[in-house]
């Protein structure tokens, strides 16, 4: 990034690109329901932060450190992600042949860096998007599998999952269990001839729609808290990211134009209906653990 704004500001770009504000522009005729649907690849690229809530059994000081890394994950990708969009934008140039090559770019940063600095470095690049993202599938299994252990503990999926290994601690069935599933599915995907940025999309829209539920339900109740106790006017923040949450998930459900991605909406929501009544038929009668 400082290398293409160095060579932008030098006026040394590969195709006469140059730093200006036109990146902060929408170009005409854009709705707001295809800004809606172009926030859904935005809440996927701060998808994460949350994670650090499944940590909370595991963490000293949860109440002053899981709020900290939860801020400071929000704060530091607010900044970089705009930053870095804003430098590829004007990388690739403003002007309707560089929009539209940047649109059509499967790797922008790594193309980027084979004009601005060589290929040595799009090499690099692509070597740490490899260790990102296999970083990022990493986090997300440990995660789930935390996750599989407190509903096995708690009976609300079976026993078997709350099983940890005796030397570390860790939620080892419900890890297996992940990583299993996720093998079945590539497998699944490549006998289907799938492309690998499909299956990425595809897996990742999903996702950033089950989030954006879980974003909604948890402006509910921070809001209802909120309102309960003697900071109501603080109840409007989570209304307003209520909104914005329902507002990209309608989008998401009625897409103009249509999308091939249609589909997801529904898939998740059957996804949560089978979970919310999976929850309903266990729960009654469940003792809980303690915390």
Do not use: K
Not at 195 to 217: K, S
């Amino acid at each position: 990034m400082a290398i293409v704004i160095g060579r932008l500001l030098a006026g040394d770009a590969p195709a006469q690109q140059s730093v200006n504000a036109h990146w902060l522009q929408l170009p005409p005729g854009t709705t707001a329901s295809t800004v809606a649907l172009a926030a859904t690849f935005g809440f996927l690229s701060f998808a994460g932060f949350e994670s650090a809530g499944s940590f909370g059994e595991e963490t000293t000081e949860p109440t002053r450190r899981i709020p900290r890394a939860l801020m400071t994950a929000i704060a530091f990708g607010a900044i970089f992600y705009v930053a870095c969009v804003a430098v590829q934008t004007l990388g690739f140039g403003t002007d309707p042949a560089g929009v539209q090559a940047f649109a059509a770019s499967g790797a922008p940063l790594g193309e980027l860096a084979r004009l601005y600095a060589g290929r040595g470095m799009a090499d690099a690049l692509n070597l740490a998007a490899i260790v990102s993202a296999v970083g990022a599938g990493l986090g997300c299994a440990s995660v789930a599998g935390r996750m599989l252990y407190a509903f096995g503990r708690d009976a609300l999926a079976p026993r078997a999952l709350a099983g940890v290994a005796p030397a570390t601690g860790t939620p080892i069935a419900g890890l297996g269990f992940v990583l299993g599933l996720d093998l079945a599915g590539l497998i699944a995907f490549a006998v289907a001839g799938t492309e690998p940025i499909d299956v990425f999309f595809y897996l990742a829209t999903i996702g950033t729609l089950c989030l954006l539920c879980m974003y909604a339900m948890t402006s509910i109740a921070a809001a209802v808290d909120l309102a309960r106790g003697t900071r109501r006017a603080e109840a409007l923040i989570p209304v307003a990211g209520l909104g914005v949450a329902l507002y990209v998930l309608y989008h998401n459900v009625r897409p103009v134009p249509p999308s091939p991605f249609d589909a997801f909406p529904y898939v998740v929501g059957a996804w949560l209906v089978i979970g919310a009544l999976l929850a309903l038929v266990r729960a009654p009668g469940v003792a809980r653990s303690p915390g």
